[in-house]
């Protein structure tokens, strides 16, 4: 079963990048999958609408929740990152204090991958954030803060 509901997981991702004007070819690359794949979930095949509906309430979680469980289901650090990638459509920024002491705790806490120490300071790149706010819950600190940025233009 989580192998069904990781492949609604990349269903929804794939129509997404689709809507997006991504050709069959660029989707399997991002995927991970072969085009032939890509074209079945485009045109409603090799899938089941249960899956596709419990993938959407896996969307429907706060972040951290679907981050979680998106690389239970898939198993793939790499692949949870793209997923995620495509279905969150919150921008977040990043407001480090200089309280930060460079422990590197918010490093290791990122499953994005997102955070470098540097100078002795986190540096937190906000274009691949999910807004899971670990860094934020793991600085002994209290020196990160994760915001959602207002986007008018969606």
Not at 47 to 61: D, K, M, P, R, Y
Not at 115 to 139: A, P, R
Request: negative net charge.
């Amino acid at each position: 079963m989580p192998k069904h509901i990781a492949s609604g997981l990349k269903y929804l991702a794939a129509v997404k990048l689709r809507e997006q004007g991504y050709f069959q070819k660029d989707i399997a690359d991002r995927l991970g999958m072969d085009r032939s794949t890509v074209s079945h979930y485009l045109n409603g095949r090799n899938l089941s609408w249960g899956s596709i509906e419990v993938a959407e309430t896996v969307t429907s979680c706060c972040n951290r929740d679907f981050l979680y469980m998106t690389y239970s289901l898939t198993g793939d650090l790499d692949n949870t990152r793209t997923i995620l990638g495509i279905l969150i459509e919150q921008e977040f920024s990043a407001n480090v204090k200089d309280t930060c002491i460079g422990c590197g705790v918010c490093v290791d806490a990122c499953l994005m991958n997102n955070i470098e120490i540097v100078d002795l300071k986190c540096n937190i790149s906000t274009e691949g954030c999910c807004g899971c706010l670990e860094c934020q819950l793991n600085c002994p600190t209290n020196s990160i803060q994760i915001l959602e940025v207002q986007n008018l233009n969606k």
